[in-house]
Protein backbone atom coordinates (compact mmCIF):
# COMPACT_ATOMS: atom_id res chain seq x y z
CA UNK A 1 0.00 0.00 0.00
CA UNK A 2 1.24 3.51 -0.72
CA UNK A 3 2.58 5.49 2.09
CA UNK A 4 0.78 8.63 1.23
CA UNK A 5 -3.51 8.47 -0.22
CA UNK A 6 -5.48 10.09 -2.00
CA UNK A 7 -9.06 10.14 -2.89
CA UNK A 8 -10.26 10.61 -5.35
CA UNK A 9 -7.72 10.18 -8.23
CA UNK A 10 -10.21 11.78 -10.82
CA UNK A 11 -12.48 14.51 -10.53
CA UNK A 12 -14.97 16.63 -12.57
CA UNK A 13 -17.32 18.66 -10.89
CA UNK A 14 -19.52 21.99 -11.75
CA UNK A 15 -18.60 25.53 -11.35
CA UNK A 16 -19.89 26.15 -8.24
CA UNK A 17 -19.67 23.60 -6.65
CA UNK A 18 -18.41 22.11 -3.45
CA UNK A 19 -15.91 19.27 -3.24
CA UNK A 20 -13.29 17.83 -0.83
CA UNK A 21 -10.41 16.37 -1.68
CA UNK A 22 -8.42 13.67 1.06
CA UNK A 23 -5.75 12.65 2.07
CA UNK A 24 -4.08 9.91 4.44
CA UNK A 25 -0.68 8.88 5.33
CA UNK A 26 0.91 5.68 7.16
CA UNK A 27 4.70 7.28 7.47
CA UNK A 28 3.89 8.85 11.10
CA UNK A 29 4.90 12.01 10.28
CA UNK A 30 3.48 14.74 11.99
CA UNK A 31 3.79 17.45 8.93
CA UNK A 32 1.35 17.60 5.80
CA UNK A 33 1.13 19.79 2.75
CA UNK A 34 -1.33 20.31 -0.24
CA UNK A 35 0.22 21.54 -3.49
CA UNK A 36 -1.30 22.48 -6.84
CA UNK A 37 0.76 21.60 -9.97
CA UNK A 38 0.02 23.88 -13.40
CA UNK A 39 1.76 22.96 -16.14
CA UNK A 40 4.71 25.78 -16.27
CA UNK A 41 3.97 27.00 -12.93
CA UNK A 42 5.60 24.21 -10.67
CA UNK A 43 4.45 23.21 -7.56
CA UNK A 44 2.61 25.33 -5.39
CA UNK A 45 1.61 25.17 -1.52
CA UNK A 46 -2.12 25.72 -0.96
CA UNK A 47 -1.99 24.82 3.17
CA UNK A 48 -0.06 22.82 5.03
CA UNK A 49 -0.12 21.85 8.37
CA UNK A 50 3.13 20.72 11.03
CA UNK A 51 0.30 19.11 13.41
CA UNK A 52 -3.27 18.57 13.99
CA UNK A 53 -3.63 21.85 15.92
CA UNK A 54 -1.44 23.61 13.87
CA UNK A 55 -2.70 25.09 9.74
CA UNK A 56 -0.98 27.52 7.66
CA UNK A 57 -1.87 29.21 4.56
CA UNK A 58 0.50 28.94 1.99
CA UNK A 59 1.15 30.92 -1.53
CA UNK A 60 -2.45 30.37 -2.96
CA UNK A 61 -4.77 29.94 -0.07
CA UNK A 62 -8.05 31.70 -1.59
CA UNK A 63 -10.88 29.72 -2.49
CA UNK A 64 -9.35 26.47 -0.47
CA UNK A 65 -9.87 25.86 3.45
CA UNK A 66 -8.19 22.65 5.33
CA UNK A 67 -9.19 20.77 7.65
CA UNK A 68 -6.63 18.21 9.84
CA UNK A 69 -8.92 15.45 10.86
CA UNK A 70 -6.18 13.08 12.86
CA UNK A 71 -2.41 13.39 12.51
CA UNK A 72 -2.71 10.76 9.53
CA UNK A 73 -5.81 12.75 7.73
CA UNK A 74 -5.48 15.91 5.87
CA UNK A 75 -8.62 16.90 3.81
CA UNK A 76 -8.58 19.77 0.70
CA UNK A 77 -12.20 21.53 0.60
CA UNK A 78 -13.01 23.67 -2.48
CA UNK A 79 -16.00 25.69 -1.01
CA UNK A 80 -17.47 27.13 -4.53
CA UNK A 81 -15.14 25.56 -7.04
CA UNK A 82 -14.00 27.71 -10.21
CA UNK A 83 -12.62 26.88 -13.39
CA UNK A 84 -9.60 28.13 -12.70
CA UNK A 85 -8.91 25.49 -10.00
CA UNK A 86 -8.79 22.82 -12.60
CA UNK A 87 -5.52 21.19 -11.79
CA UNK A 88 -3.41 18.36 -10.58
CA UNK A 89 -3.52 18.48 -6.42
CA UNK A 90 -0.76 16.72 -4.44
CA UNK A 91 -0.36 15.77 -0.77
CA UNK A 92 2.37 15.31 1.14
CA UNK A 93 4.09 14.58 4.30
CA UNK A 94 7.49 15.56 5.69
CA UNK A 95 10.00 14.89 8.92
CA UNK A 96 11.67 17.23 10.58
CA UNK A 97 14.75 17.82 7.60
CA UNK A 98 11.45 18.80 5.34
CA UNK A 99 12.10 15.73 3.16
CA UNK A 100 8.19 15.43 1.09
CA UNK A 101 6.88 12.27 -0.15
CA UNK A 102 4.12 12.66 -1.99
CA UNK A 103 0.55 10.76 -2.99
CA UNK A 104 -0.24 9.68 -6.29
CA UNK A 105 -2.51 13.05 -7.10
CA UNK A 106 -6.13 14.44 -7.78
CA UNK A 107 -6.68 15.09 -11.28
CA UNK A 108 -9.39 18.15 -10.75
CA UNK A 109 -11.84 19.04 -13.69
CA UNK A 110 -13.65 22.54 -13.25
CA UNK A 111 -16.67 22.85 -15.82
CA UNK B 1 13.17 36.99 -9.61
CA UNK B 2 12.35 33.31 -8.74
CA UNK B 3 14.07 31.82 -5.51
CA UNK B 4 14.64 28.44 -7.91
CA UNK B 5 15.23 28.22 -11.60
CA UNK B 6 15.59 25.11 -13.40
CA UNK B 7 15.46 25.02 -17.37
CA UNK B 8 12.12 23.27 -18.35
CA UNK B 9 13.71 21.39 -21.26
CA UNK B 10 12.90 19.63 -23.04
CA UNK B 11 16.01 17.88 -22.73
CA UNK B 12 16.20 14.87 -25.22
CA UNK B 13 19.10 12.30 -25.20
CA UNK B 14 20.07 9.32 -26.81
CA UNK B 15 20.04 6.13 -24.53
CA UNK B 16 23.13 5.03 -22.79
CA UNK B 17 24.18 9.42 -22.48
CA UNK B 18 25.18 10.99 -19.44
CA UNK B 19 22.34 13.83 -18.46
CA UNK B 20 23.02 16.72 -16.64
CA UNK B 21 20.08 18.61 -14.80
CA UNK B 22 20.93 21.89 -12.97
CA UNK B 23 19.04 24.14 -10.94
CA UNK B 24 20.19 27.80 -9.63
CA UNK B 25 18.96 29.45 -6.23
CA UNK B 26 19.37 33.02 -4.98
CA UNK B 27 18.67 32.18 -1.21
CA UNK B 28 22.09 30.76 0.13
CA UNK B 29 20.41 29.97 3.80
CA UNK B 30 18.84 26.88 1.88
CA UNK B 31 20.76 23.81 3.39
CA UNK B 32 18.68 20.75 2.60
CA UNK B 33 18.47 19.92 -1.45
CA UNK B 34 16.47 17.28 -3.20
CA UNK B 35 15.49 16.01 -6.49
CA UNK B 36 12.27 14.58 -7.43
CA UNK B 37 11.12 12.49 -10.62
CA UNK B 38 8.12 12.41 -11.91
CA UNK B 39 6.34 10.25 -14.21
CA UNK B 40 2.92 11.41 -16.35
CA UNK B 41 0.13 11.55 -14.08
CA UNK B 42 2.16 10.67 -11.04
CA UNK B 43 3.53 11.96 -7.95
CA UNK B 44 7.24 13.34 -7.55
CA UNK B 45 9.28 10.87 -6.14
CA UNK B 46 12.26 11.17 -4.23
CA UNK B 47 15.60 10.71 -6.20
CA UNK B 48 18.50 12.29 -4.20
CA UNK B 49 18.59 14.54 -1.19
CA UNK B 50 21.97 16.14 0.20
CA UNK B 51 22.49 18.62 3.25
CA UNK B 52 24.68 21.51 2.58
CA UNK B 53 27.45 21.23 0.28
CA UNK B 54 29.16 18.11 -2.00
CA UNK B 55 28.24 15.37 -3.92
CA UNK B 56 26.24 12.27 -3.43
CA UNK B 57 26.40 8.98 -5.31
CA UNK B 58 23.57 6.62 -5.68
CA UNK B 59 23.72 4.09 -8.61
CA UNK B 60 23.51 5.77 -11.75
CA UNK B 61 22.61 8.99 -9.97
CA UNK B 62 24.95 11.55 -8.64
CA UNK B 63 23.79 14.82 -7.06
CA UNK B 64 26.39 17.56 -6.47
CA UNK B 65 26.19 21.18 -4.59
CA UNK B 66 28.00 24.13 -4.83
CA UNK B 67 27.09 26.53 -2.02
CA UNK B 68 29.42 28.98 -3.20
CA UNK B 69 28.01 29.14 -6.67
CA UNK B 70 24.00 28.62 -5.70
CA UNK B 71 23.89 25.72 -8.16
CA UNK B 72 22.83 22.17 -7.94
CA UNK B 73 23.20 19.53 -10.07
CA UNK B 74 21.84 15.74 -10.82
CA UNK B 75 23.84 13.59 -13.42
CA UNK B 76 21.91 10.44 -14.51
CA UNK B 77 25.01 7.89 -16.13
CA UNK B 78 23.58 5.34 -18.85
CA UNK B 79 20.80 6.49 -19.16
CA UNK B 80 17.62 4.53 -20.11
CA UNK B 81 14.29 5.13 -21.23
CA UNK B 82 12.72 4.31 -18.21
CA UNK B 83 14.58 7.73 -17.34
CA UNK B 84 12.30 9.29 -19.26
CA UNK B 85 10.11 12.20 -16.96
CA UNK B 86 10.49 15.48 -15.14
CA UNK B 87 12.40 16.27 -12.71
CA UNK B 88 12.55 18.74 -10.23
CA UNK B 89 14.67 20.13 -7.75
CA UNK B 90 14.26 21.18 -4.34
CA UNK B 91 15.39 23.09 -1.39
CA UNK B 92 14.68 24.16 1.99
CA UNK B 93 16.87 25.90 5.02
CA UNK B 94 16.83 24.21 7.91
CA UNK B 95 13.77 22.00 9.73
CA UNK B 96 11.85 24.17 11.46
CA UNK B 97 8.58 25.94 12.16
CA UNK B 98 8.39 28.56 9.04
CA UNK B 99 10.75 26.39 6.76
CA UNK B 100 9.46 25.84 3.47
CA UNK B 101 10.40 23.27 0.33
CA UNK B 102 10.90 25.56 -2.45
CA UNK B 103 10.26 23.38 -6.08
CA UNK B 104 11.92 24.52 -9.50
CA UNK B 105 9.49 24.05 -12.18
CA UNK B 106 10.76 20.93 -13.18
CA UNK B 107 13.00 19.91 -16.54
CA UNK B 108 10.91 17.16 -18.91
CA UNK B 109 14.04 14.46 -20.19
CA UNK B 110 13.49 11.74 -22.96
CA UNK B 111 15.67 9.20 -23.46
CA UNK B 112 15.09 7.89 -26.83
CA UNK B 113 15.95 4.09 -27.18
Known amino acids: DADVTQTPRNRITKTGKRIMLECSQT?????MYWYRQDPGLGLRLIYY???????NKGEISDGYSVSRQAQAKFSLSLESAIPNQTALYFC??????????FGAGTRLSVL | QKEVEQDPGPLSVPEGAIVSLNCTYS??????FMWYRQYSRKGPELLMY????GNKEDGRFTAQVDKSSKYISLFIRDSQPSDSATYLC?????????????FGTGTLLAVQP
Open chain 1, 27 to 31: KGHDR
Open chain 2, 27 to 32: NSAFQY
Open chain 2, 90 to 102: AMSKNGGATNKLI
Open chain 1, 49 to 55: SFDVKDI
Open chain 1, 92 to 101: ATSDFRNIQY
Open chain 2, 50 to 53: TYSS
